[in-house]
């Protein structure tokens, strides 16, 4: 039964956002604007749930202005908000999700992005992942990306890439990423 109300209610919610049924709130992002409810953002985020329960801008306004993501990302988001995200939407747009989640403290939505970026790690990525890694504080990938790197050897394959990495890279980064070496390192 549980099956079924599942299904059911996710199709509801599925056309609450698709055919605005009784919207409430409009978000303005790069690019175009789209409905949503007060209730499903409040319940998912607590970064809503402030703006809608303290008399801010918001609040009075009914309009977030979220100028840092497409309206593509924003649909993505709302879906997953709303239960009704494809797998294929959340991997396009999987970075612009992760920095919503952390932006609005949408904690399993950030662990599902870091998930999702630790399952292709590769020498052409392993650096900008392992900056979303520190910048996000996501622990976890960045332990895959370091073990990647240095366990694995990979060091060499992005060696040229390097350079740039450890100019613009935070210092901190670059001092764990230098303990990592010491750990992994065996002298013959």
């Not at 055919?19 to 978000?27: G, K, L, R």
């Not at 209730?39 to 809503?48: M, R």
């Not at 935070?170 to 390192?185: K, Y």
Request: hydrophobic share 40%; with cysteine.
């Amino acid at each position: 039964m549980q099956s079924i109300s599942t299904k059911s209610t996710l199709r509801c919610l599925s056309r609450m956002l698709d055919e605005s049924i009784h919207a409430d709130v409009t978000i303005h992002m790069a690019g175009g604007a789209l409905k949503a409810h007060r209730a499903i953002l409040s319940a998912s985020s607590p970064v809503f749930h402030s703006m809608f329960h303290h008399n801010l801008v918001e609040k009075e306004s009914s309009t977030i202005h979220i100028e840092d993501i497409s309206v593509d990302s924003g649909m993505a988001l709302l879906s997953y908000l709303y239960g009704t995200i494809k797998q294929g939407d959340f991997w396009e747009h999987r970075l612009a999700l992760l920095g919503a989640a952390n932006k609005y403290d949408i904690a399993d939505l950030k662990d599902a992005c870091e998930e999702s970026l630790m399952e292709d790690i590769n020498s052409v990525n392993v650096l900008k992942r392992l900056e979303e890694a520190w910048l996000y504080q996501l622990n976890k990938l960045k332990k895959g990306c370091l073990m990647y790197l240095f366990e694995f050897g990979k060091i060499y394959d992005v060696r040229d890439e390097m350079n740039d990495f450890v100019r613009r890279a935070d210092r901190e980064l670059i001092s764990e990423m230098f303990q990592e070496v010491l750990t992994v390192w065996k002298p013959v």
